[in-house]
């Protein structure tokens, strides 16, 4: 009833002072913008010209009623510095609908002519988006009375919000090359933003873009949720397996994060069911040639791709690794045991030589596949060992020991060359004897011959002997010889007989080495 008398009494004196409009203004922006859940002030500015005066409860922010009408709805009134009473919401509904989480600052002046009038909305809503204005009343006892206003527009926004479901792809049983969708739902915000799709493959950090939606939401008043619902579909490969698929919402509030990282949804791992692939083989140890040496060890390991994975799975009858082996074309195959593609050759012979395949082997949806890879060995004396000599205890010879046995044999090898070459030169220096200037003419001086039957030509059991005995004298002249130590020539020199006119034919003599 208080403010009831104190306004009527203001309009009864300014019905006796009113001679034209004041002078006094009133400013604000012409509009503002908030994001959901900030806080936002609403500020006005009134000055006062000449012998204006303002009172308590004349000073308000307003909100449009509806957009069908052009009045508007006190939210609150303020009091000026040095009047009495307080700031105060009014029981509008406006009133009530901010007074919760609103504040009204002390209306303040530097200047006692300008003043500031602020409504600290302190979590604006979206329902908070409309069109605003500031109040004023002023009186002058010269000029009357005068409601100057100053409106502004308040523009809410709203960042984009994480997908309400997971993409699931559909079909959930995926076959290599078949088309598979993944749909996404999303509040995009305000302004509207879109949804973008990622795809991660197993292994590879960065994720690859796959497209974005297309929809374009008209914006109303008010509104803050735009739901746009994507889809994409792709056919899937083998690359594909194991991938995680990903949507995610972006609007222009969202400026922090990489585009992939802004609120979203992603799949679980995507299992994309495709025939196994041809194998690869790895041996250990590794000659290059593939020759081995009888009584070595070898080591095949056998891997192919595909999903279901050979030898890893359940259905080991279904999925599994043979490994097979041929001597030669045209002989029967022998299945050789191995533990999940890997196979273990110990104490090779040369009755192991030939072609050793691997087949790997995997099914789904009732149908069944397999793939094959050879290698060949070739396993004899002339082949690689693999592993080092044995000892006589049966124990392998280490590095450091064979390197031994070999430098020992090749000090021994120049051993004996040396010797030999210091045997051969000491020969030779011995062998080299000088020959005397010349040849003696005859040098049988002073020996002394007896003749002695010849032990050929009497041989009485020859049917030559009779004429030979009659005709000839067949006794030869004997005659010792005796060397002294010095040097003689190896020429051969020629004995003569008695009456020094002929010569036997069993006179050449090699002289020995001295």
Not at 62 to 69: L, V
Not at 123 to 132: F, H, L, P, R, T
Request: aromatic share 8%; with cysteine; proline share 7%.
């Amino acid at each position: 009833m208080e403010l009831f008398h104190r306004i009527s009494y203001i309009l009864f004196l300014s019905t006796l002072y009113y001679q034209g409009g004041s002078a006094g203004t009133v400013v604000t922006g012409a509009s503002l913008s908030a994001t959901v859940g900030d806080s936002l002030d609403f500020n006005c500015t009134y000055t006062l010209q000449g012998d204006d005066v303002v009172y308590p409860g004349l000073i308000s922010w307003e909100i449009k009623k509806d957009s069908a009408t052009t009045g508007f709805e006190s939210i609150a009134t303020f009091t000026p510095p040095y009047s009495v009473g307080s700031n105060t919401f009014t029981s509008t509904e406006s009133g009530l609908k901010f007074k919760n989480r609103s504040e009204l600052l002390d209306v303040m002046s530097n200047d006692n002519t300008t003043f500031n009038v602020v409504m600290r909305v302190r979590n604006v809503e979206c329902a908070d988006e409309d069109s605003y204005r500031c109040s004023v009343t002023f009186y002058s006892p010269t000029n009357g009375q005068s409601v100057p206003t100053a409106g502004t527009s308040l523009t809410v926004q709203a960042p984009a919000e994480k997908p309400y479901e997971v993409p699931v792809p559909v079909p959930d049983n995926i076959e290599e090359g078949m088309n598979v969708k993944f749909t996404c739902t999303a509040n995009v915000g305000k302004p509207p933003g879109k949804i973008k799709w990622w795809r991660y493959r197993n292994g590879i950090v960065a994720p690859q873009s796959m497209g974005e939606s297309s929809e374009n939401p008209q914006v109303q008043p008010k509104v803050c949720v735009y739901n746009v619902t994507s889809s994409i579909q792709h056919n899937m490969s083998s690359d594909d397996d194991q991938s995680v698929w990903r949507c995610s919402v972006d609007n222009e509030l969202l400026t922090t994060q990489p585009d992939q990282n802004k609120p979203n949804q992603e799949s679980q791992r995507v299992d994309v069911y495709y025939k196994v692939r041809v194998p690869t083989i790895t041996r250990n140890p590794d000659p290059g040639d593939m020759q081995f040496a009888v009584g070595s060890s070898v080591t095949l390991t056998c891997v192919a791709q595909g999903n279901p994975r050979p030898g890893i799975h359940v259905d080991k009858n279904a999925n599994k690794y043979v490994w097979t082996f041929q001597a030669s074309p045209g002989e029967n195959t022998t299945e050789l045991p191995s533990t999940n593609g890997v196979l273990t050759l110990n104490n090779l012979q040369e009755s192991e030589t030939g072609t050793y395949t691997c087949t790997a082997f995997n099914g789904f949806n009732g149908k069944s596949f397999n793939a094959s890879k050879d290698t060949s060995l070739q396993i004899g004396p002339t082949g690689r060992p693999t592993a080092a000599p044995l000892n006589g205890n049966g124990v392998g010879l280490d590095g450091g020991a064979l390197a031994g046995i070999i430098v020992a044999v090749v000090v021994i090898i120049v051993l004996v060359v040396v010797a030999v070459w210091c045997i051969l030169k000491n020969r030779t220096s011995k062998d080299s004897i000088d020959e005397p200037p010349e040849k003696p003419v005859r040098n049988n001086q002073g020996l002394s011959f007896a003749n002695r039957p010849d032990i050929v030509n009497n041989d009485k059991s020859s049917p030559f002997y009779p004429h030979e005995k009659k005709q000839y004298n067949t006794d030869l002249p004997y005659s010792d010889l005796t060397f002294d130590d010095k040097p003689r020539s190896r020429k051969p020199i020629q004995l003569y007989e008695n009456n020094g006119m002929s010569s036997t034919p069993y006179s050449e003599v090699m002289m020995p080495s001295v």
